[in-house]
């Protein structure tokens, strides 16, 4: 049996190796000239830990994992710390089923992983995009392999062209939740490597909060979210740089000194969630954020694009004709889109306390976080955060 996954993220790398252990041959097509250095730091816990677990690579994402003790919150004029949550306390809501990971980190242990499969079983293919013309077309290279195929996996993130071949444009399925995140790492600032190495601070601050941490390597990374409506809405002909400068500068001293490195382009996108009524056609099928987008604020959407992919391949995986393979994609969707759809609603609820849109309602976050110290409150927020909800900055409370 022959697959093509289009997308060497998450949800690809995780199909392409699960697929391949089943004793499936399979071309992965990744648009990117290689995998990517830049990211963001991500919590990984629930369903897609468990994934990892089950596919032993959990060891490895040890090895890589940062050590967070805390996530602090700083008033944004004076530095001074407002509020905090404590990552150790949040490591024992799930059991210690915690880990805080650069996601170049788990996707280059995800393609290590890929060594399990049988030798020559998976071909991962950089710099070869999915184009909706050339696929179209057999006498294409594109064309011709996935003309062969008995499974098209896309796997190609939320923008996923594969599902805008298939259904349409992407306006019918991604919803925006009203903000932005921008994310970005840069290199040769040893002094503010040195103040944030270790620490993982935030504003705390209304409809824009900036953050900055420091990575093993010596980099400094930000992460940037930002209301849209608040902001003065998005420019199109504006650049990343320049928006972001414009909404972000004079926030924080550390900030700005980001700011002035910000790359010419940067990470800076919608925070959305998708929703479709089917994640199938024929043999071709969606997996991560093509049709499930959870958003950050869900804070799993890493990990529901891992434990997706696992179900969709114990699935498919046995399958050896184009009858049972339909029949497969039919029990995926039934059981996992509602897991999908209570990360979704967690993640909606979260946007007030992500990213508050007043005073009030940041003075209330700070105040739970506060009173998050105390034990009773502190098992009850815990739990909340845990439940659904990203852990950095976003909060389900
Ligand atoms: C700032 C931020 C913070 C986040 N924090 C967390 C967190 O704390 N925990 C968590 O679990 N999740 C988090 N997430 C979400 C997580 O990153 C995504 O949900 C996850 O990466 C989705 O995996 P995926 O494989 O579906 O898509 P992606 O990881 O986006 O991978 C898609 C791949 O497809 C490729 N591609 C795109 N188009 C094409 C094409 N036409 N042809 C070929 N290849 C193509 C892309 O280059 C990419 O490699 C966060 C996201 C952001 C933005």
Not at 91 to 118: T, Y
């Amino acid at each position: 049996m022959r697959a093509v996954v289009i997308g060497a993220g998450m949800a690809g790398l995780t199909s392409a190796r699960q697929l391949a252990l089943a004793g499936w041959e399979v071309d992965v097509l990744e648009r990117a000239d290689g995998p990517r250095a830049d990211g963001y730091m991500m919590d990984f816990f629930g369903l897609g830990f468990d994934a990892a677990e089950r596919m032993g690579i959990l060891p490895r994402l040890r090895e890589v994992a940062y050590r967070i003790g805390e996530v602090e919150y700083v008033d944004a004029r004076t530095g001074k710390r407002t509020a905090s949550i404590d990552y150790d306390r949040f490591a024992e809501a799930v059991d210690g089923r915690l880990l805080s990971l650069m996601r170049p980190d788990l996707e280059l242990v995800l393609l290590d992983a890929l060594a399990d499969a049988p030798d020559g079983s998976v071909r991962v293919h950089y710099g070869a995009p999915y184009d909706a013309s050339a696929a179209a077309d057999s006498g294409s290279e594109l064309g011709g392999r996935l003309a062969d195929a008995d499974l098209v996996v896309g796997a190609d993130g939320i923008h996923s062209s594969v599902r805008e071949a298939l259904f349409g444009d992407e306006t019918q399925f991604v919803q925006p939740l009203g903000l932005r995140a921008a994310a970005y790492v840069i290199d040769g600032a040893p002094d503010l490597h040195a103040e944030f190495d270790g620490r993982f601070v935030l504003t705390d601050t209304v409809d824009r909060q900036a953050g900055i941490y420091g990575l093993r390597d010596g980099r400094v990374a930000a992460f940037l979210a930002y209301r849209e409506d608040a902001n003065d809405g998005l420019d199109p002909h504006e650049d990343a740089p320049t928006r972001l400068r414009r909404v972000f500068g004079g926030l924080w001293h550390p900030i700005d000194r980001l700011l002035e490195r910000c790359p010419p382009h940067p990470y800076d996108d919608v925070v959305a969630q998708v929703v479709l009524p089917r994640w199938h056609r024929g043999s071709t099928v969606l997996a991560g954020d093509g049709c499930q987008a959870v958003s950050l604020l869900a804070g799993q959407g890493a990990s529901m694009a891992i434990a997706g992919a696992e179900l969709l391949t114990e699935l498919v995986g046995p399958c050896r004709d184009a009858d049972a393979i339909e029949a497969a994609l039919g029990e995926v969707e039934r059981r996992w889109r509602p897991v999908v759809e209570e990360k979704q609603a967690a993640g909606r609820r979260a946007a007030n306390t992500f990213l508050p849109p007043d005073r009030f309602r940041l003075l209330l976050r700070r105040w739970v976080l506060r009173a998050s110290s105390l034990p009773v409150v502190d098992a009850l927020v815990m739990r909340s955060i845990a439940g659904g909800t990203g852990l950095k900055g976003g909060t389900g409370i």
